[in-house]
């Protein structure tokens, strides 16, 4: 049976939305790109890198927001805490896409607490269907998301290593997330789920780039 949250667990989970959309993340991993020095691009490569890394660092918050409410809603320990774990690695990901962001000379998306919202509101649903769909439902964002993280190494400059590095590292975490959710269980998503989530992250991804 859920239990509501106490009030302690109300602040620190509304810390946690504060902290993602407004604070600068920090790392504990040095950033994948600290030893990459930056290159001279074009206008219009560092316009389409700072839209891609927009993307990206958008889908973070995403994340943070839907692992923050599977925690809240998981049943078994063990999962919840993967979901915890998963988010801690998700809060790296923000401050490297953050720091990259600025050094592109752009902005963080402005449509961020939208999606945050609306990716809290999903994880809280998933959590409360039961454990094995909660953690079926983390292994294939994490798989969606590996898909975008590969199409964007496709898409990026050849010149900006230091995104590509960044966007690498991501990758070999969601995969690594996936597997984890996997080895405890994640029941396959039904269709037409995985389409729906692949929708909504299309939509996403077409306004963050701009915005």
Request: proline share 5%; with cysteine.
């Amino acid at each position: 049976m859920l239990k509501l949250p106490s009030l302690d667990q109300f602040i620190t989970e509304f810390d946690t939305v504060l902290r993602t959309l407004a604070a600068p993340a920090v790392s504990a991993r040095a950033h994948p790109d600290a030893k990459i020095d930056d290159v001279a691009m074009s206008s219009a490569e560092k316009a389409h890198a700072a839209g891609l890394m927009r993307v990206n660092h958008c889908g973070e918050v995403c994340a943070q927001a839907l692992y923050q409410g599977q925690a809240l809603t998981a049943r078994d320990p063990a999962a919840r805490q993967a979901l915890r774990q998963a988010a801690d690695e998700e809060v790296e990901h923000l401050a490297w896409t953050q720091r990259r962001l600025a050094e592109l000379g752009s902005h963080r998306s402005v449509l961020n607490p939208l999606w945050y919202a609306g990716s809290l509101a999903m994880g809280v649903a998933a959590g409360v269907i039961g454990d094995k769909w909660n953690l079926g439902f983390l292994a294939e964002t994490e798989r969606q998301v590996g898909a975008h993280l590969q199409s964007h190494l496709n898409e990026l400059p050849e010149s900006d290593e230091k995104s590509r590095a960044i966007v690498a590292q991501m990758y070999l975490d969601e995969m690594s997330h996936a597997e984890l959710a996997d080895q405890m269980g994640a029941a396959p998503l039904p269709q037409p789920v995985p389409q729906i989530m692949q929708l909504t992250s299309k939509l996403m991804t077409q306004l963050s780039y701009r915005f």
